[in-house]
């Protein structure tokens, strides 16, 4: 194993694992410096979404087209649609063409790349990883929810739905390697063991996964560095930034931002604790109806 491309802190738990341990940081850190990732493949009707939007001129007809091929997704943005973040007046949107005007097309592949996640990264009923896989998409999709409104208090930041989606993959790395793992059993008696492995590891395994993805350079740069919380940024908030504030808030960390010299993320967003209160006030219900919608 070569451990020369490894960061400082993946090199000390190498230095301390043993046994399984040992044995998935070896295949992890092979993969990573070989760039032989066994990387899932994204589902085939996110990634016709994807590529439809990706042509300028797709007509809402399309999309409903390709999107009506998934009866499951079709519920979601309907439900969506029909939520508090989006709900007009009292008259229930019952047409998918309807709901994806009313959304736009970034929100519509967010919800794609959500349902594409579940199906990715799931775990058998009977596998002892299903509760935490369960509980780590539940905080995904929470930071994926924090994010968007947090992005929205930002004027410069003109596609909120960019920094949802950043939210969304923040973690795929701890997907990865929690799929990964059922293969190294005695890993899953040390929790304390396996949690500095998943620290350590899941940033840098997911860029490698969002950039196999094709998602922009931005997402990957979120996905890499929301734990820096002393990142280096020039410029105004990104959303890098957001996505690092909005990790804090899911995780029960909203204190940290009281300290506005400590993080710079929170300086650059302008937040601290009365503001995180105030948004997680103000937009409680929204909050929750756009976290039910990206469930499945």
């Known amino acids: 194993?070569?451990?020369?491309?490894?960061?400082?802190?993946?090199e000390q738990i190498v230095d301390a694992a043993g046994g399984g341990?040992?044995?998935?940081?070896?295949?992890?850190?092979?993969?990573?410096?070989?760039?032989?990732?066994?990387?899932?493949?994204?589902?085939?009707?996110?990634?016709?979404?994807?590529?439809?939007?990706?042509?300028?001129?797709?007509?809402?007809?399309?999309?409903?087209?390709?999107?009506?091929?998934?009866?499951?997704?079709?519920?979601?943005?309907?439900?969506?649609?029909?939520?508090?973040?989006?709900?007009r007046g009292s008259r229930e949107v019952i047409e998918l063409k309807t709901?994806?005007?009313?959304?736009?097309?970034?929100?519509?592949?967010?919800?794609?790349?959500?349902?594409?996640?579940?199906?990715?990264?799931?775990?058998?009923?009977s596998s002892?990883?299903?509760?935490?896989?369960?509980?780590?998409?539940?905080?995904?999709?929470?930071?994926?929810?924090?994010?968007?409104?947090?992005?929205?208090?930002?004027?410069?930041?003109?596609?909120?739905?960019?920094?949802?989606?950043?939210?969304?993959?923040?973690?795929?790395?701890?997907?990865?390697?929690?799929?990964?793992?059922?293969?190294?059993p005695d890993l899953l008696i040390d929790n304390q063991e396996f949690d500095e492995l998943l620290a350590a590891w899941h940033t840098g395994v997911g860029r490698v996964i969002v950039e196999s993805w094709g998602f922009l350079e931005q997402i990957a740069d979120a996905v890499d560095e929301h734990e820096e919380l002393d990142r280096i940024h020039f410029g105004p908030a990104d959303i890098v930034d957001i996505v690092i504030v909005g990790n804090l808030i899911a995780n029960?960390?909203?204190?940290?931002?009281?300290?506005m010299a400590g993080i710079p993320s929170c300086q650059r967003l302008n937040i601290d604790r009365k503001a995180v209160e105030q948004i997680l006030q103000e937009s409680s219900e929204e909050l929750n109806s756009l976290s039910l919608a990206l469930d499945r």
């Open 252 to 259: 029960g960390q909203d204190s940290a931002c009281a300290d």
């Open 99 to 125: 709901a994806i005007s009313r959304m736009g097309f970034k929100m519509v592949r967010n919800i794609a790349v959500s349902r594409a996640m579940d199906a990715t990264f799931s775990a058998p009923e």
């Open 128 to 184: 002892i990883l299903k509760a935490r896989i369960g509980s780590l998409r539940e905080h995904s999709i929470r930071v994926a929810s924090l994010a968007y409104f947090l992005a929205k208090r930002q004027p410069h930041i003109r596609n909120p739905e960019e920094a949802m989606l950043a939210g969304l993959l923040h973690d795929i790395g701890k997907f990865y390697i929690l799929t990964r793992v059922e293969n190294f």
């Open 21 to 87: 341990s040992f044995r998935l940081l070896e295949a992890l850190a092979s993969e990573l410096s070989g760039g032989s990732y066994d990387i899932p493949v994204f589902p085939d009707v996110a990634v016709r979404v994807r590529d439809a939007l990706n042509d300028p001129d797709v007509s809402v007809d399309r999309v409903a087209d390709i999107v009506r091929s998934d009866p499951l997704f079709t519920t979601q943005l309907l439900k969506l649609a029909n939520s508090a973040m989006l709900m």
């Open 1 to 10: 194993m070569n451990s020369q491309s490894l960061q400082p802190a993946q």
